[in-house]
């Protein structure tokens, strides 16, 4: 019985100790306790206002909802920051009437990374992602909003997994 106690308390402690390697977000152990996220320029050729806001804020939520790490204006231990540096709209598919059936809206970002606590994590590189929709719809009000959160989601999940979740 004694044994059976021993045996026990050894699963629990090495259970408890595997949770401080890796959690549910899959970013494993993290030395830093603060973030920044600059605002990221509208550099694009063709501008659409408003994105680069909606941008910097999407990957702020999606930090702070998905690591323990506190937002920081400024001095953080992990710095993002870039511009964002394409959107266009481009035909996909084609009409008998030699007009666009589908169109696609791409959005590129380059993004910098850099972990003041591990030099060898920082990166620069672009993220990239699109939205397909009929070509007989514009591209405005809710339509936009609908794109514009597909697009940012997969971009801002682009970015977390190479920052923090090393995938």
Do not use: H
């Amino acid at each position: 019985m004694k044994t059976f106690k021993y045996l026990l308390l050894l699963l629990i402690a090495l259970t408890l100790n595997s949770c401080r390697i890796y959690n549910f977000t899959g970013t494993g152990q993290i030395d830093a306790k603060t973030f920044q996220v600059n605002y990221f320029q509208n550099n694009a050729p063709l501008v659409q206002p408003g994105i680069e806001r909606t941008f910097t804020l999407k990957l702020q939520d999606l930090i702070q909802n998905q690591t323990n790490l506190n937002l920081a204006s400024s001095n953080g231990d992990l710095l993002y920051e870039g511009e964002i540096t394409g959107y266009s709209i481009s035909p996909m598919s084609a009409t008998a009437a030699q007009t666009a059936a589908q169109n696609r809206l791409t959005i590129t970002i380059n993004v910098r990374f850099v972990n003041k606590k591990k030099d060898a994590d920082n990166f620069e590189k672009p993220f990239s992602f699109y939205y397909d929709y009929p070509g007989d719809q514009q591209l405005i009000g809710s339509n936009l909003s609908s794109a514009l959160d597909i697009i940012f989601e997969r971009i801002t999940q682009d970015v977390f997994n190479e920052s923090l979740a090393k995938w």
